[in-house]
C-alpha cells in the first residue's frame, strides 16, 4: 500500500482542478487517498472534487469545507490533522493547490530520491509554467537579505534540462512539496502570520536552522498557474493588493529568522530597503507597488508582538543551536541585491535612451497594418552581421568604423588636454572653490555681488551644483569641456540612425554614420566655441542631438507614445535652454512651423490634440523647470539673459559668413580654418539632387532656413550690460541647428546613392565619378578638424588674466563677503570705471549675475565724490556698502590717487606692484552691508521647481513592472 497522502487546498479553481484530479490519478506511483480543504469555493470546487476522485477506480477522499478566510497554513494543519480520522497516517503527505497539475512520473521521481537520500524530510519537484508548460518558474527558492525570492532563473527561461540535478536549497514551493508528516508536525507546519505568500520559504529556513535536509528533485516536474500570484484569483486574504501580502511575508520572514544580534541591522537595513524600492517603483510609475511597499513595511513594524511571538516559537522548538553554516549556505548571497540594484539601474537606463530608437519600426508596422500588400524583405546589413566569436578585442580590430570611432574619441580628448585642472578664459571664468557656492547661489534671493543683486543665478547652476556635489568643481567643468564632444558624438550616431530609418527600411550604413556623427561633434570645437571658453554652446552641442532623438517620437503612431515623448522631449530641452536660452526661442518657432506644415499636409490634424499637444507640452515643461530663473529675471529688468549665450561676456560678434561656415566671432581669430567650413553647405546643396531622400533633405533644410530667419533679428540685437558694454545676442545655437540640419541633410543625400537608398539609383560614369570625388573631399573635412582640434584646438583657450588685486586683499574678501575690494580703472581724462569684488572674484554663474545687475546710480555718484572731492562721508558710504578696499591696478592715475591718499578715513595699503595703488578703508563692514531683502516669490518658484523636476523625471522615465519573483 501506498505511504502518501495527498493534501489538496481548493478555493475557486473549478478551471484547474479538473487537469488537477486527472493528473493526481495518473501517477505512476499510486497514492493512498487525498484530503481536500476547500476555503469557501462559490464555483463548486468541492463538489468536483469528491465527484472526480469517487468515480471509477476510486481513490479515498476526505473534503473539509472551510470558510474564505481560512489561510493556507490552517488548511494544511486542518488536513493533516484530519488524515489520521480518514485511514492515512501515511509517512508522507504530498501538498499540491488546484491550480498545480503534476506530471505522471512526478510523484514516482520524487519518492526515488526519497528512498536514494533517507536523510531528505523535504522534496520538491521543478515547477513549469501552466499552460505554456515549458518555462521554468522555480527550481528551488531561497531569499536575499532584502526579502527578494531567489530562484536562481532568467527571466522567462525555458526548461532544456539545464537544472536538472539534486541539490540542497533552502527550501521549496508548496506546490508539490513532498513532506514527512512526523517532521511537518514537529516543525509546527506553516506560519500562520504568513496566510498566503512567502510561507514555504519560511517553512524551509526553519527546517534547515533544525538541521533537516530539503532537496529539488527536477525530473518531478509540476505545472503551476500561480493563480494567487498573477492576480488571475482574488481571495478574501489577498484581495488586489498582491504585492503588499508578498512584501509583508517578505519581511516577517527575514525579521522572524535572524539571528537575535542581527535583528537590530536587519531591522534598519530592510526599512531602508523598503523606502528605496519605493523610491524605485515611484520613478517607473509603480504608484500602487510604491504604497504596497509602504503598507508592508508598517504592518510588519507597527505590531511587533506578533514578530517576537514567531521568534520565540522558533526558539522553544529549536532541540539544539541552529545550524548557521547550512543556512549560510543555501540562503541568497549578500552581494547579490546589489548586482539585482545595478541590473535594474542599468536596464532603466538602456529602456530610457531606447525609448525613440524604434520609431521607425513602429511607424513601418503601422503601415503595414492600413496596407495589406506583403512586406518587402529585407536584405541583410552590416548591422546584421554575424561575427564569429574571436574576442573582443579581435572583433573591435577588424571592424573599421569601431576603430575610426574610437580614434575620434581620443583625438577629442586629447584635443581637451587643457581642461584637465583648473581651467578658465574666454567666455568662461573660474569655478568657484565648492559647490556649496553654487548652492547658495541658486538659492539666494539677494546676491553678495557687486553692491548687491537680486537678479537670479543663471538656469545651469543647479546642475552643476548638482555634479559638483559628487566630482568637485574643478572636475565637473574638466568632465563637460572633455565629455561633451564624446557624448555630441554618441547621441548624433544614435539621431542619425533613426532618422536613416525613417526615410529607407535598410537604414544608413555604418560609415555614413560615423561620418555625420564626427562632422556634428567636431561643429562647436572648430567653430571656436571651445577656445573661447564658451562652454554653454559647447555642452548645448552635446545634449541638442538627444533632444532631437527624443523629439522623434513626435512621429510615433500612437498618441500615448506621443505624449510620453512630451515629457522626454521637455526635460531635454529645459536641460538644453539652462546652458543655451536662446534654443527654447529656436525650438517654440519650429514647433509652429512643424505644426502648421503638418496641419497643411494632414487635414484635419490640428483638430487631434495629441498632434500639437505633445510639442506644447515639450514647450511649456522648460518655461516651468526654469520658472525660478526667467520670472525673477523679467521682473529685476534682466531679461537680456533669456537671449544670450551663457558665460562672461562681452564675446565677439558673429555676422552671417561666420554663422554659414561654422565661425563665431571674427573670421580667422578663434576655430579652425574658416575655409574648412564651406564643404558642408555644399554637400548640403548638393543631397537635394537625388530623388529617393529629397523629401527628407528638403525638411532639413526647412529646419536650416527657420533657424537662418531667427537669426536675423538674434544679430541685429544687442544686450546692454553693466559697465556700457553690449553684448550681441547668442547665435551658438543656430549655428548648432543649422549645422546639425546640413550634416543631416548631406547624410540623407549620401544615403540615396548607396545600396540602402530606398529607390536605388543608376548613375553614369560621370556621375559616379564626380560622386567619388565630393565623396573624398566630405571625407577629409572631419578629419583634418580632428587633426586640428588634436593638435592646436585646445590651445585657444587662455588662462584667466590678474586682477591687479593684491593677494591679501583678495584672501581677506574670501574670508567675508562685507570685505569687499573696490576696483577702480581708468583716468579723470579718459573716463573712470568701477567693479567691487568679492569672496574670490567673479566665478561661473557670478559673471552673468554681475553684468546683468542694474547700475547702482547712487553708488556711482558716491565713487565720483570719491575720486574728484572726496569727503569723509563718501569712506562712510562705502563701508555701508561693504566695501574693505580700494584699488587703483596700473597704471593708476596719480590724481586720484593724490585725493583718495589725502581722504580722511582711507589708509594707503601695500601693493606687489609699485604702479598699483590701494587703500584700506578704516571701519570695518558690518555683515548686514551685503545683506538685502528676500524674496519670498522667488522660494516659493523654487519649491515648485523642486517638485516639477521630480515628477517631470519620473514621467520622462519608462514604465517598468518587475516581479519580486
Not at 937 to 951: K, S
Request: charged share 20%.
Amino acid at each position: 500500500m501506498s505511504d502518501v497522502s495527498v493534501v489538496l487546498v481548493s478555493h475557486d479553481g473549478a478551471s484547474w482542478l479538473t487537469a488537477v484530479l486527472e493528473g493526481i490519478r495518473a501517477q505512476t506511483a499510486p497514492v493512498a487517498g487525498v484530503v481536500a480543504v476547500d476555503t469557501g469555493s462559490k464555483d463548486g470546487s468541492a463538489d468536483l472534487i469528491e465527484s472526480a476522485l469517487r468515480a471509477e477506480p476510486p481513490i479515498p477522499v476526505g473534503v473539509l469545507r472551510e470558510s474564505g478566510r481560512t489561510s493556507y497554513p490552517e488548511a494544511v494543519a486542518l488536513a493533516s490533522e484530519a488524515l489520521p480520522h480518514h485511514g492515512l497516517a501515511t509517512e508522507w503527505i504530498w501538498l499540491l493547490h488546484d491550480d498545480s497539475n503534476p506530471a505522471p512520473d512526478a510523484l514516482e521521481q520524487l519518492l526515488r530520491v526519497a528512498a536514494a537520500r533517507p536523510e531528505a524530510d523535504f522534496l520538491g519537484p521543478k515547477l513549469r509554467e501552466w499552460p505554456s508548460l515549458k518555462r521554468l518558474l522555480e527550481v528551488g527558492v531561497t531569499i536575499s537579505g532584502t526579502g527578494r525570492r531567489e530562484t536562481g532563473l532568467e527571466r522567462g527561461e525555458y526548461d532544456q534540462g539545464q537544472h536538472d540535478q539534486v541539490r540542497e536549497v533552502l527550501a521549496v514551493n508548496s506546490a508539490g512539496l513532498l513532506v514527512r508528516r512526523t517532521v511537518l508536525e514537529e516543525l509546527g507546519g506553516y506560519d500562520r502570520q504568513l496566510p498566503m505568500f512567502g510561507n514555504d520559504i519560511d517553512l524551509g529556513w526553519r527546517a534547515a536552522a533544525a538541521g533537516h535536509t530539503t532537496l529539488v528533485v527536477p525530473r518531478a516536474v509540476v505545472f503551476h498557474a500561480e493563480a494567487a500570484h498573477r492576480g488571475s484569483r482574488r481571495t478574501p486574504l489577498t484581495g488586489r493588493h498582491t504585492h503588499y501580502q508578498e512584501r509583508r511575508a517578505a519581511l516577517f520572514t527575514l525579521l522572524a529568522n535572524c539571528r537575535g544580534v542581527a535583528l537590530p541591522f536587519q531591522a534598519l537595513r530592510l526599512a531602508l530597503g523598503s523606502l528605496l524600492r519605493m523610491l524605485g517603483f515611484i520613478v517607473v510609475r509603480s504608484v500602487g507597488e510604491a504604497l504596497d511597499e509602504l503598507a508592508a513595511l508598517v504592518s510588519v513594524y507597527s505590531r511587533p508582538g506578533p514578530l517576537l511571538e514567531a521568534r520565540r516559537r522558533r526558539r522553544s522548538r529549536q532541540s539544539g543551536p541552529a545550524d548557521r553554516a547550512r543556512l549560510k549556505r543555501l540562503l541568497a548571497p549578500r552581494w547579490l541585491p546589489y548586482r539585482h540594484g545595478l541590473d535594474f539601474v542599468s536596464d532603466l537606463a538602456a529602456a530610457a535612451t531606447n525609448q525613440a530608437a524604434d520609431v521607425a519600426e513602429r511607424r513601418r508596422a503601422a503601415a503595414a497594418d492600413r496596407d495589406p500588400s506583403p512586406p518587402v524583405a529585407r536584405h541583410k546589413t552590416d548591422d546584421d552581421e554575424d561575427f564569429e566569436d574571436t574576442g573582443l578585442v579581435a572583433r573591435f580590430l577588424t571592424d573599421p568604423v569601431a576603430v575610426a570611432l574610437a580614434v575620434a574619441a581620443i583625438a577629442f580628448v586629447i584635443g581637451a588636454r587643457d581642461a584637465f585642472g583648473t581651467v578658465s578664459g574666454g567666455a568662461l571664468s573660474p569655478v568657484p572653490d565648492g559647490a556649496r557656492d553654487w548652492w547658495a547661489l541658486h538659492h539666494e534671493s539677494w546676491h553678495p555681488i557687486g553692491f548687491g543683486s537680486a537678479v537670479p543665478a543663471p538656469p545651469y547652476v543647479l546642475p552643476l551644483a548638482l555634479l559638483a556635489s559628487v566630482l568637485g568643481t574643478e572636475t565637473t567643468m574638466t568632465v563637460l569641456l572633455v565629455a561633451a564632444a564624446p557624448l555630441a558624438l554618441w547621441g548624433a550616431w544614435r539621431f542619425l540612425r533613426v532618422v536613416g530609418r525613417l526615410v529607407s527600411r535598410y537604414g544608413a550604413p555604418r560609415w555614413l554614420l560615423l561620418w555625420g556623427s564626427v562632422s556634428y561633434a567636431l561643429v562647436p570645437l572648430v567653430a571656436g566655441a571651445w577656445g573661447g571658453g564658451r562652454w554653454g554652446i559647447v555642452v548645448a552641442a552635446a545634449v541638442l542631438p538627444w533632444l532631437a532623438h527624443a523629439a522623434l517620437g513626435f512621429a510615433e503612431p500612437e498618441a500615448t507614445r506621443r505624449w510620453r515623448a512630451a515629457w522626454r522631449t521637455g526635460f531635454l530641452l529645459a536641460l538644453l535652454s539652462a546652458v543655451a536660452p536662446v534654443m527654447w526661442w529656436l525650438c517654440a518657432i519650429l514647433g509652429v512651423v512643424v505644426v502648421a506644415a503638418s496641419a497643411v499636409v494632414v487635414r484635419g490634424a490640428i483638430r487631434d490634440r495629441s498632434v500639437w499637444g505633445p510639442p506644447a507640452t515639450a514647450l511649456a515643461v522648460p518655461a516651468l523647470l526654469l520658472a525660478p530663473w526667467w520670472l525673477p529675471a523679467v521682473w529685476e529688468d534682466a531679461s537680456g539673459a533669456l537671449f544670450l549665450d551663457i558665460g562672461r561676456w562681452p564675446t565677439p560678434s558673429t555676422d552671417g559668413v561666420g554663422l554659414a561656415v561654422g565661425r563665431l566671432g571674427e573670421l580667422g581669430e578663434l576655430g579652425a580654418p574658416w575655409w574648412l567650413g564651406l564643404a558642408l553647405p555644399a554637400l548640403a546643396v548638393l543631397a537635394l539632387i537625388p530623388r529617393p531622400t529629397r523629401i527628407g533633405v528638403v525638411l532639413c533644410w526647412l529646419v536650416a532656413a527657420v533657424a537662418a530667419l531667427v537669426a536675423v533679428p538674434l544679430g541685429l540685437t544687442t544686450i546692454d550690460l553693466t559697465g556700457a558694454a553690449t553684448q550681441q545676442a547668442g547665435l551658438g545655437p543656430v549655428l548648432l541647428v543649422v549645422h546639425g540640419a546640413w550634416i543631416t541633410a548631406a547624410l540623407l543625400g549620401g544615403l540615396a546613392l548607396t545600396e540602402r537608398s530606398p529607390s536605388p539609383l543608376v548613375l553614369p560614369r560621370i556621375a559616379q565619378a564626380v560622386t567619388a570625388v565630393v565623396g573624398v573631399a566630405a571625407a577629409v573635412v572631419p578629419v583634418a578638424g580632428l587633426v586640428w582640434f588634436a593638435g592646436w584646438g585646445g590651445d585657444d583657450l587662455q588662462s584667466h588674466p590678474e586682477s591687479g588685486i593684491p593677494v591679501y586683499m583678495s584672501q581677506a574678501a574670501e574670508v567675508a563677503p562685507e570685505r569687499g575690494i573696490l576696483v577702480i580703472r581708468g583716468s579723470v581724462a579718459d573716463g573712470l570705471t568701477y567693479q567691487v569684488e568679492r569672496d574670490d572674484g567673479p566665478t561661473v554663474g557670478e559673471d552673468e549675475v554681475a553684468a546683468l545687475t542694474a547700475e547702482d546710480r547712487e553708488a556711482t555718484a558716491l565713487i565720483g565724490d570719491l575720486v574728484t572731492a572726496p569727503a569723509p562721508e563718501a569712506v562712510a558710504g562705502l563701508t555701508e556698502r561693504g566695501i574693505r578696499f580700494v584699488v587703483q591696478p596700473a597704471p593708476a592715475d596719480a590724481a586720484v590717487a593724490t585725493r583718495l591718499d589725502a581722504t580722511a578715513g582711507l589708509v594707503r595699503a601695500s601693493a606687489e606692484d609699485r604702479s598699483t595703488r590701494a587703500w584700506q578703508v578704516l571701519e570695518e563692514p558690518e555683515p548686514a552691508s551685503v545683506e538685502g531683502p528676500r524674496s519670498w516669490p522667488r522660494i516659493g518658484l523654487l519649491v515648485l521647481q523642486a517638485v516639477a523636476i521630480a515628477v517631470v523625471a519620473v514621467l520622462c522615465l519608462p514604465t517598468m513592472r518587475r516581479s519580486g519573483r
